[in-house]
């Protein structure tokens, strides 16, 4: 089984290659340097530069793999969700190679592929809770089975990765923010500042907009009395964050009684929630965290999904 990926979701043009159970490249390009200018991704920009890109990236990845590209056997790619613009680049592109090859093709949904990055390295163990934070999703997913995912709560509007970003261009710290922030929050002290617990309740879901208000209100108070120490502003909102996705897993973990829970997309690389999912093993309860490399968006993840469901649905390369 020889699987090419395509990942075009946002900000980085991905393609990995699978073959028989092993990612053999997961080539990636970032577009965070031409973004950081405007402070944020533009869709347009990133739709341009996942076209200029590609040939570049796939090329990289099909000599690193050592793969001919008439070794293909099926192509996978990012049909949903992600900037529309940027989706539809890695369609045409996905539609060309497969009607080229003559291989079946797979519109696969970008999150279940961060899901299944955790599956990369790591056997699944059923019920599995996978908590997925990310720039544009906060969501706790339970499944049963391999491809069967029930999203159990949601963020209600900002996403975790979401509100690292606009805190970070807050207080001044570029873009973007949640690796700024984290590295800041790991020199800082706590007891300075006081943020609420957002959406503090007993549901699965999630808000991070009251916590962005009580930030920016902090903000404005604080510069009109002294100058804000920023190691331990970044690291009691941190806290903030992490405890409110560690309270709502421990909750889910308790109702529903998970063998596994793993820790998801692309915020999964902040290194304070890393160790507090990481804390939550016992004997009973094993957790799985993908590798760094597989946590932000890319094509493995892609692949790995793509891998399930050619195995799940019987899909033949004649299909």
């Known amino acids: 089984m020889v699987i090419i990926a395509i990942e075009t979701s946002c900000d980085e043009t991905s393609v990995a290659i699978f073959k028989n159970g ?6 990636i390009s970032s577009q965070i340097k031409e973004h950081t200018k405007y402070g944020g991704v533009v869709p347009e920009l990133a739709s341009r530069l996942h076209l200029k890109n590609f040939s570049y990236v796939l090329s990289e990845a099909l000599e690193k793999a050592n793969i001919k590209i008439i070794e293909l056997q099926y192509i996978a790619y990012t049909a949903k969700p992600g900037l529309i613009g940027a989706l539809h680049i890695g369609k045409i592109i996905a539609e060309t190679l497969a009607n080229y090859l003559n291989i079946p093709i797979l519109p696969l949904n970008h999150l279940y592929g961060h899901i299944y990055a955790s599956a990369i390295d790591n056997d699944f163990l059923f019920p599995l809770l996978a908590a997925l934070v ?5 969501q706790l997913i339970l499944m049963k089975k391999h491809l069967d995912f029930e999203i159990l ?9 979401e ?4 805190v970070a261009r807050m207080l001044d710290l570029g873009y973007p923010g949640g690796p700024i922030i984290d590295k800041l929050a790991s020199a800082g002290e706590l007891g300075q500042y006081h943020f609420p617990l957002p959406l503090n ?8 907009s009251g916590l962005k208000s009580a930030v920016a209100n902090l903000i404005v108070k604080e510069q009109l009395n002294t100058k804000i120490k920023l190691s331990n502003f970044c690291a009691t909102f941190q806290k903030t964050c992490v405890d409110i996705i560690m309270r709502k897993t421990k909750l889910a973990i308790k109702n529903f009684q998970p063998q596994k829970v793993t820790l998801v997309g692309g915020v999964s690389a902040n290194s304070a929630l890393r160790t507090a999912i990481l804390n939550l093993a016992t004997t009973n309860l094993k957790v799985i965290i993908p590798e760094l490399e597989y946590c932000t968006d890319n094509a ?3 692949a790995r999904l793509a891998a399930q469901e050619i195995l799940e649905n019987n899909i033949k390369e004649g299909d």
């Open 153 to 161: 709560g949601s963020t209600l509007d900002d996403a975790i990765g």
């Open 163 to 166: 509100c690292y970003d606009k």
């Open 134 to 138: 990310s720039g544009g999703h906060t």
């Open 201 to 208: 309740d007993n549901s699965y879901n999630f808000s991070f």
């Open 22 to 27: 092993k990612i053999l490249a997961n080539i």
């Open 300 to 302: 493995a993840m892609i």
